[in-house]
């Protein structure tokens, strides 16, 4: 399943990062790599996705959600 998904509230494991290549270095110098755990902190009108990395808050859109592959995470670290 896709990050874009996943529930407001839930918590993931991320599983792959499959957007453009300069998009996928940048998420993952924030953080957002293989085995990293998300939560879901709002989902917006446009498809925007607020989401909770690692202590940080990151906007991500449509888009990029959708190529971020998630599996269930269970508690937040």
Known sequence: MTLYDGEKGGVYE???VYVEEPITRRLQA???NDGTKVK???RKKGGAL???VRGTRLALGKHIAS???IK??????
């Open 14 to 16: 991320v599983n792959g």
């Open 40 to 42: 879901i902190l709002n």
């Open 72 to 77: 269930e995470g269970g508690k937040n670290d």
């Open 50 to 52: 607020i989401i909770q």
């Open 67 to 69: 190529g971020i592959e």
């Open 30 to 32: 924030l953080g957002l």
